[in-house]
Structure formats: C-alpha cells, structure tokens
C-alpha cells in the first residue's frame, strides 16, 4: 500500500515556513449578504497568495496559503499578480425532490478573482469565492491555456489557519477500516492526518465544520494538522497514475467549504454544501419513493444466517417470501436481500472477481419473488456487493441493471467491502490490476458512472463503503443515501460496539456531509452472542428522527418486532421525507433534538438522544403550527432507564399540546426519546 504522507507533509512543511514573511496587500474582498463573514484575499511581495476569513470583524481563519504542486511543472505557488476580479450576488430558492427539507434557499456573494503568473510562461489560475451567511466554499479553476494543458496535482496546498484555539471531532485518514472509526474528540492541536468533515468549536463557542463540496474527477480531500493551529490539505493519492490528480485545462477543483454556525444544531440546519453543487441533471426522478425497508442482513451480522449457500443461506425463497409477508403486513415498502447472487461461496472478501450480478444462486428465484413481491405492494431491494473488484462490476453493471428495471427493482446497495487502498482496478480484460483508494479520483469517477447507469434504468443506488458525501445528491438525485461511518452492524460484532455517544458526534460530523443508511431499529437490543447494544429501546426509535436518510431499514428481526409491538409502532410510522428540519438543542458528542414534519401531511416527528450521560431536557414546541392542538404520541425512556441496567424500561403516553408548550424529556444513560405530534380534528 502506497504512503501517501512521506513526500507530501514533508514538502509542505518545508514550503510553509516562509510563506508570509514579506509584506501582503489585500487584492480582493467579498461580504457575505448579511455582512456577518468577509473574506479577503492577499499577495505578498513574492506573489504568493493566501485568504483570510473575518466574522464581525474578527479573524477566524487567519492567512491561509493556496497554491499547488505539480508533477509535470514547477509549483503554482508564487510569481502570482492579480489580473481581474468580478463579483456577483446570487439568490434563489429551489426544491428538492426529496430530503431534509423541501425548499432550500441558495443566497451568497461570489467573488471570482483571475491571477497570472509574471514570468515568461503567464500561466493563469482563477479562485472563485461564495461567501454565506452560513459559511464559504472557494474553488480553483484552471482555464484552457497554451501552457498549461495537462496538469498532474501531487498536492493541493490549501490551508485552514484558524485564528483561535479549538476543539476538534474527527476520524483518522489512510487507514484500513476507511471511514468506520469512533470519533476522537482533541484540541485542535492533536489533531494527526483527519478526513473531512472535521468539526470544531473555538475557545469562544463559534462552531465549524471542513468538508468539500461536489467531489468530481478528483481525489478526495483530508486534512493534516500543520502548526499554529494550520489544517492543510492531503489529497487521497491514486493507484500508478503519474500524480493523484490529472486533469486536462479548463477544470475546476471540488469546492472547499467552511461552515460556521454559533451552536452545534446551525451546521446540522445549514444548505452550504448542496448549494454549491450543481442542479439536477436527472430530471424528473419521481419514479424514488422514499421509503422504510426490511430484509436480510442482521441476521447476518448475528451470524444466524449466511451470505454463501449451505444450510443457513439467508437468501432464499422462501426465507425471503417471509421478509415480502412481513413488509406487507406492516406497511414497508422495501425488502433488502444480500447474498442472492452468484459469487459468494468461499473467500469472497478476497476474491470480488467471483461475482455475477446477473446470475441467482439455485436456491434464490429472483423473478418469482420479484413478481411476489409486486403482488403484496412491495419491491425488492437489490444488491451489488463488488469487494472492491469494482472494474469487473463495471463490465456487468448495465445487464444488472437491466435486468433489475425488468423485474421492477428500483434501488441498489452497492458494497466496496475491502481493506482501504486495496480497490482492484483493471482497465483493459486480463490486463495488470492496479491497486486504487476508495477516496482516489479514478473512484470519484466510478460512483458517477455508476450513478448514470443506473439512472438510465429508473434505479437508485445506496453506497456502502462509499466515497464521502459531498452533496451530489442534488446533482444526481438518485444517489439516496450511503454508509460511510460506523453503522448498526458494529453493535451486532464490533470491538467495541457504538458507545451512546456515537449517535451524538454523528449528527455533527459525518452527517454534516449528507445522509446515512445507518440501520436503525434494533429493538432487541443484542448483537452476536447476547453483546448488549448500548441503547435504551426509546433511543433505537429516536435514531429514525435524527439520523437523516430517505431510505431507512427497520433492522431487526421480524420476531423481535412482534416481541416489542409498542415500539414497533413509531417505527412503522416515522416517514423519511420531510418538508422542514430544525434543530431544537444540541451539542456535539453530547445530545441533540431534532424536529421535523412530514413532507405529506401535517405531523411533526421528534427525535432526541444522549450520550452516557442521563440528560433532562426542555424542548419549546415552537414548532408547532399556531391555533391549532396536537396529540403527542410519546416513545420515552421510563423509569430508571440506562443501557446498562434497564434498556428497556420504556413507557409510550398520549398528551394534547398546543404551540407554546414546552416539553420535559428525561434521557436516560445511552437513551432517547420519540414523539409524533398528529394534530387534532
């Protein structure tokens, strides 16, 4: 497995020491609408270039460096002169066809600044700056020039200085499990090489999140602590391209964005990063149905079941015919089936070159139970597990969809289940493999034409082991949901399991980059061998509120959820698409309440979770419409709740409540709280 941080850090270092000795001119500004954020622009007396970011006056990121080193020229780096600057203000608001909220308003201030190189080769380079009441995205773009026609990047040599002491929440880069860590919580200080998004909070409460924005044709960014409280950014290297990204002039980088809220819940509520991507390209895309779904996985996971064909293969026929039955008694739209499909016999971790997307095994009728489940309201769930031999999957992927439009399968799991750095790619039939990283630029491009194959066929795809989020799901809206964190199936085996603050820090980290198929619901409350998860019953039914995904699975068994029938109520009818989100409290790692309302009727649902600690909490119903009476139907941890001791002391209650009211929710040790407000009649 390549390093990608030898040659890299050092260089950087090396090239940061000196950066803004000399004497810096501010070139160029841009206000946010509110006049809240200012960012301002400098070349110094070498012509190198940097920004600043200034809130009500005062530094938040301080001089940061831009620039670029590449492999087939010399440094863009300095010898820079401002050649031009425009600016621009920008307002609208646009409907999503489905998400945390239906309208979005996209209103910045945009600065585009071109700069030139003084020396006899005038090579050019262009920042674009958005500046938000909420946050910045900047960008570079290379215009078409004579000089300047391929350009490898072996580093970006962006910086985020911040100004002030901060605490930071992030998870490690480059390392095997890609992006399923536990959140660390540091000073700024410790950080070591972290991926994005990274949030921080200052000494002075101000609350930040790193991340980018619309990832496309480019590897993707991390960021490694550098001095003076300086993140400086690592692009994710490629297997034996000549540098971790080649691109032909003109191109534009993915944007880099800033998000700065005064409390933990603004970064959750704001719009930055899908703004900044493009619109839809798909069209219309109502044939997605957000929607719950069941199926065969926890019991996997609980090693009750097999992915490979025996005794106690869990795709079946008539095992799934189970799954289809349960799902139309109860109202799921959705059953999931994984190890349907040809290829998972033996090591198949090892081996993704096995698979056959198109072929069912013996003892699965993959036409029938389509049809079954049509039959019942229902639809199959497919599944394309790839364990990394992801050109392979390439070759097959368009009969598998295909055949998948044929039988009414409109979404797809996808799975890169491999070690990271290890995805297998091979560009010409029986040529050399090259080793790839989930987070390189050749993947960049794999998930995007996967998007469009599958949007060619009316099919959604759910990415496991993903690429990050980086909000192109406005762009390609059938891109629904994906995993990339530490999901349900580490309280099933993992060592350790989720600890309750995990749900907490998710809400303000990864989350901040776009939805999760978490896997929430297992009311059972126990992994593999009896391995307690360490939540209260009422926590598994808050996750459906607060951890945002158009497709959410009802995890569990089906005998487990007519064991807990009281539970299973609220999970039968939270929806997963909403016209408004807001967060009513919060802090990262700690707690969150989050509140949304149905994009198809006039209920609000409410979800609220805590850490190990037992927490009381008052919640304002603001929210409410005025004039009119609720019914709260109320999913509480009961009394003496703790996932230690009593996870399931759980109590479910009725109470009118009107706007004006203010709730009292008392959240056990790893606990939670559910609640739909129906309004009266």
């Known amino acids: 497995m390549p390093c990608p941080l030898k040659y890299s850090l050092a260089l950087s270092f090396a090239l940061s020491a000196a950066a803004f000795a000399a004497h810096a001119d501010t070139v160029a500004s841009v206000e946010s609408p509110d006049h809240t954020l200012k960012v301002e622009l400098d070349l110094n007396g070498e012509g190198r270039l940097a920004y600043r970011v200034l809130r009500e006056g005062q530094p938040l990121i301080a001089d940061s460096r831009l620039g670029f080193i590449l492999r087939n020229d010399r440094q863009f780096l300095r010898g820079l002169k401002l050649d031009g600057q425009s600016s621009r203000s920008f307002d609208e608001t646009w409907e999503q066809p489905w998400g945390e909220r239906r309208y979005v308003r996209n209103h910045y201030n945009e600065l585009h600044a071109n700069f030139v190189e003084g020396d006899r080769d005038h090579r050019r380079i262009e920042l674009v700056f958005r500046v938000f009441d909420d946050g910045v995205g900047f960008r570079y773009e290379f215009p078409k020039q004579p000089k300047l026609d391929e350009v490898q990047i072996q580093e970006e040599l962006t910086e985020f200085a911040l100004a002030r002491p901060a605490t930071a929440w992030w998870i490690p880069a480059f390392e095997w499990n890609r992006e399923e860590y536990l959140y660390q919580r540091t000073p700024l200080a410790e950080v070591g090489i972290a991926q994005t998004p990274i949030t921080l909070r200052t000494d002075d409460g101000t609350h930040l999140a790193i991340h980018e924005a619309a990832l496309v044709d480019y590897a993707g960014m991390n960021l490694a602590r550098g001095g003076d409280g300086r993140l400086r950014a690592m692009l994710t290297p490629g297997g034996e391209a000549p540098a971790k990204v080649v691109r032909r002039t003109p191109f534009a980088t993915p944007w880099r964005t800033i998000q700065i809220a005064d409390r933990a819940g603004g970064l959750v509520e704001s719009n930055l990063i899908l703004n900044l991507n493009e619109p839809n390209q798909l069209g219309d895309v109502s044939w997605f149905k957000p929607s719950k779904y069941v199926g065969v996985w926890w019991s996997l996971h609980l090693d009750q079941q097999t992915w490979g064909t025996g005794p106690k293969h869990g795709a079946t026929t008539e095992n799934t015919k189970r799954y289809i039955d349960f799902a139309a008694k109860y109202g799921f739209r959705g059953v999931l089936v994984e190890g349907w499909n040809l290829g998972w016999d033996g090591d198949w971790f090892a081996n993704g070159w096995n698979f056959d997307f198109r072929q069912a095994t013996p003892d699965y009728d993959l036409a029938a139970l389509a049809a079954y489940a049509q039959s019942k309201g229902v639809h199959l769930i497919g599944h394309h597990e790839t364990a990394c031999a992801v050109s392979h999957y390439e070759r097959q992927m368009d009969e598998a969809f ?10 797809v799991k996808t799975g890169y289940v491999c070690d990271a750095g290890q995805i297998e790619r091979q560009d010409v039939a029986n040529g050399p493999v090259v080793r790839e990283w989930h987070e390189g630029q050749f993947m ?9 194959a599958a949007a060619k066929h009316h099919i959604a795809i759910d990415a496991h082991e993903p ?19 530490r999901g349900q199936e580490f309280n099933a085996w993992g060592d350790p399991p989720n600890p309750p603050e995990h749900e907490p820090n998710l809400i303000f980290t990864r989350m901040l980059a776009g939805p999760m198929d978490f896997t929430p619901g297992v009311v059972s409350l126990k992994g593999r061998g009896g391995q307690p998860i360490q939540n209260t019953l ?19 068994l089906p005998e487990h959820y007519e064991q807990h029938m009281d539970a299973f109520a609220f999970i039968r009818d939270v929806p997963t698409d909403w016209s408004e989100s807001h ?6 790692g700690d707690y969150a309440t989050i509140v949304r309302k149905d994009r198809h009727s006039e209920d609000w649902y409410l979800g609220s979770v805590t850490d190990e600690n037992a927490r009381t909490l008052q919640v304002p119903l603001s929210f409410l419409e005025a004039g009119r009476s609720y019914t709260a139907q109320i999913y509480r941890d009961g ?14 209650e009725e109470r009118t409540v009107r706007r004006g009211d203010t709730l009292t929710l008392r959240l056990g040790a790893g606990g939670g709280a559910a609640i739909r407000f129906v309004p009266k009649r």
């Open 639 to 652: 009394e003496g709740a703790d996932w230690k001791t009593h996870p399931f002391a759980f109590v479910v």
């Open 444 to 452: 960049s491009n794999h998930h995007l034409r996967v998007l469009e």
């Open 467 to 485: 690429i990050k989020d980086t909000g192109l799901r406005r762009t390609y809206p059938n891109w629904v949901s994906r995993e990339g964190a």
């Open 583 to 588: 967060v009513v409290n919060g802090e990262v």
């Open 538 to 556: 009422a926590r598994q039914l808050a996750d459906y509120v607060v951890l945002y995904s158009p497709i959410h699975m009802a995890a569990d």
């Open 402 to 411: 295909t055949l998948f439009q044929r039988l009414g399968i409109d979404a």
